[in-house]
């Protein structure tokens, strides 16, 4: 019966949200008896995924609905706000399947939460059934004129590179995460103030569970423009680590350029790190776009038998470090086949270990706001139960997948 209810709960909501008679803007009371305009948006999208472990263990299948409710506008002439909440319904086989779509359980930089599984009360590992929950974000923007302060949970992310970010250390996405175009929302107090046209400082705090500050961070990076080229620094403490970082882009010979570094100093003798992403994009024709990255990994190991007891290290339980080798390359291609359908394929290629994680996808746009899709993340190399038995990416599952999104 609780099965029944939460799926007409998700059903019912969905409805209401995306029915011609709910309003896209809704008129507010503002102050001195003007109105202000809410805006509702949102999509649903659906995802069904069949996985092949490389150790011979059981395949399984998941199928989940996630949909997405925002409510933004401004409240007043300075004030901006902005919620959104996504309900999940997922169904999977009797097997413990990580969720691909949404990291929804271990946010590390929120204060408080709600919690991640909405039904059942108390789910065990084999559950076939749950409903999963996520207040992404809440916060609200006070616009003075000469500067931005944001208060709540919003989206807070960092650097240039495309395939690995290494000044992105709050919330990164794993490289099999199939939905990425939300960041994910952590509770922060940000400060953005303009130093001219194209420079600004940016500080704020990021806080972490109960607001202690052993689990929470705090920034500053500074941006600015010399020499045609684009220059971000930044210095950020977050646990008991310290990281201070560049970033850099510009464009030479028609393609687009970056490099991204990080230096963390961490509490441990000998596990301080300095990890590093260049790279490149070029738009070779209108229907044809290229990437290449390279990227050092200094928390991670040349030799894959030290890739479990490596993985102990702060860089993979604090600092949003999940690559276990040192040396990668990420090549990518995108082609616009039609202008309704695209398609792409990436590679992270490791080139200690010579495996590869190889990510083909095709998206098509069937109609005014529909978008039917199918891709999969495949990993070649040696495989083994962990990666210290094989390689890392032959270690991947593979992950096949279809989606289906309506956006409103």
């Known amino acids: 019966m609780n099965r029944v209810l939460a799926f007409f709960l998700t059903l019912s909501l969905a409805l209401f949200f995306v029915s011609p008679a709910f309003p896209e803007t809704l008129e507010l009371a503002g102050e001195k008896g003007t109105s202000s305009q809410m805006r509702t948006s949102g999509y649903v999208r659906s995802f069904a995924m069949y996985s092949v472990p490389p150790w011979g263990g059981a395949e399984t299948a998941m199928l989940e609905t996630r949909l997405r409710l925002k409510l933004s506008g401004e409240l007043t002439a300075r004030l901006h706000a902005e919620l959104a909440y996504e309900l999940a319904p997922v169904w999977r086989e009797n097997t413990p399947l990580p969720m691909y779509t949404m990291p929804y359980q271990g946010f590390s930089y929120r204060a408080g939460d709600l919690d991640g599984t909405l039904y059942p009360g108390d789910p065990g590992p084999f559950e076939t059934f749950e409903v999963k929950q996520n207040l992404d974000r809440a916060f609200i923007t006070y616009s003075g004129g000469s500067f931005d302060l944001s208060l709540g949970r919003q989206p807070v992310a960092f650097g240039s590179a495309r395939a690995v970010n290494p000044t992105d250390v709050l919330a990164p996405y794993p490289l099999n995460t199939i939905a990425k175009e939300e960041r994910i929302g952590v509770d922060a107090l940000r400060l953005k103030v303009p130093l001219g046209q194209m420079s600004e400082l940016d500080t704020g705090a990021i806080f972490g569970d109960d607001f202690r500050t052993t689990k929470s961070a705090a920034y500053i990076r500074l941006k600015g423009y010399a020499l045609g080229t684009d220059i971000s620094l930044m210095a950020m403490r977050f646990r008991d680590y310290s990281l201070y970082g ?163």
Not at 251 to 271: K, Q, R
Not at 285 to 296: L, M, Q
Not at 361 to 379: C, P, T
């Open 246 to 408: 560049l970033d850099l882009a510009r464009s030479i010979g028609g393609a687009g350029t970056w490099l991204e570094a990080a230096h963390v100093f961490t509490n441990t003798p000998g596990d301080d790190y300095l990890s590093i992403t260049a790279g490149a994009e070029y738009l070779f024709t209108d229907e044809v776009y290229g990437h290449i990255e390279y990227h050092r990994n200094g928390a991670g190991t040349t030799e894959k038998s030290l890739y479990v007891l490596n993985a102990l290290k702060g860089a993979y339980t604090d600092g949003g470090v999940y690559l276990m080798g040192m040396n990668y390359l990420a090549p990518g291609i995108n082609y616009q086949a039609t202008p309704l359908l695209g398609i792409s394929l990436s590679v992270m290629y490791n080139m200690d270990d010579r495996s590869a994680l190889i990510s083909p996808s095709v998206e098509y746009n069937a109609a005014e706001d529909v978008y039917i899709g199918m891709g999969g993340f495949s990993g070649t190399g040696a495989s083994g139960t962990f990666p210290g038995q094989g390689s890392e990416f032959g270690s991947y599952a593979d992950l096949w997948y279809t989606s289906f999104s309506y956006y409103f």
